[in-house]
């Protein structure tokens, strides 16, 4: 049945986003915000708005009382966009035991893509490429034993993701440390305290593949690159990749169809690997993000098509074919896009970047042929340090094939970008 009203279980420009692409349905939205986030411009975006009880992220991350929410303003479907409980398989059970869509990979997929040790487990069976790695629930001895092994390596969060739980480690490193910091990030940042190392390859390139399905078919809409990243931080993205070949696109693609092939994978998901620059045969699946990503605005560029009004379509009901998505209607990408993230941001004495509070005083952003704006941001809005500091994500497209063209056009808009 097609969703016929949507909770957003998000706030900032992704629920404003998923609002948008509603309306282009004639889907009734609304939107969810603590008691500390009224002034978000998401509030005033949707058909309706309920506040919650509770503030900061504490309140979008309670089950309970957004699972009441759908089901008290007469939600048939919850979008949870991404961060907070978009892949909480928890989440997921709780609205299906209600009757309620999550829009997104069911529960199921959920925990199998949650836990990355258990997605590194099916790539391996299907030969998809990996790098060495300790088991799951690494304890301090089995890291300093893999170490031993490599001359350095990543420790990572069995959950979760953005950066979050995850240390470099090299030999002559005070290990202990860095684990039980990467321990206690996690537990922090997922509520799991667990972590495994995988082998640092060294000078990589962080490369993605979008993969959207319906339960029975799945297709590939290309990739996209996110070297640029900052304390594991995505913040800059480019689709297609400039840097790779037609023979590593294959192997990337495919891949990443065939491990969301095996498991009848539906909605989005993206599958993301590193690659070697000083050996690009050397390719490492790492983990599946099994929800909406922060840039799949670039995708949308080259390819014209809506991720999320597809993801609503798919959610209630309609197939792939019935959206024309054949991997052989699937368009060539036009031209090259970039998404550069705009933080509201101080930095710590220790050189980390943390969210800061202030009011908006001016906010003028870019405009302009093939430039585009995902915002929620104001002249008035006071910044809440409670949340990510994500305000805006500037992306520049060009239909040309030279890769410089779109470069000076994101670099002329966010010169024109004012926000004091």
Known sequence: MPVEKLL??????????????????????????????????HTQITDESRGLEGSGVAAYLDIKQLVETAITTGCDAVHPGYGFLAENSDFASALESEGITFVGPSSQHLALFGDKVAARELAGQLDVPLVPATPAS????????FLDEHEAVMIKAVAGGGGRGMREVRRGDDVGSIFERCQSEAMSAFGVGDVYAERLIESARHVEVQIIGDGTAVVHLGERECTLQRQNQKIVEIAPSPSIGSDLRDLLTSSATRMASHVDYRSLGTWEFLVDTNDFSTVAFIETNARLQV???????????????????LAGGASLSDLNLRQDEVPTPRGFAIQCRVNTETMTDEGSARPTGGTISTYETPTGPGIR??????????TNPNFDSLIAKVIAHSPSNNYEDVVRRVKRALSEFRIE
């Open 8 to 41: 957003i279980a998000n706030r900032g420009e992704i629920a404003i986003r998923i609002a948008r692409a509603a309306e282009d349905l004639g889907i009734p939205s609304v939107a969810i915000y603590s008691t500390d986030d009224h002034s978000s411009l």
């Open 138 to 145: 690494a304890s301090l001895e089995d890291v300093e034993a």
């Open 295 to 313: 840039e799949h605005t670039v995708t949308e560029e080259v390819t014209g098509i809506d991720l999320v009004r597809s993801q609503l379509l």
């Open 373 to 382: 704006t995902d915002s929620y941001g104001y002249q008035g809005y006071p």
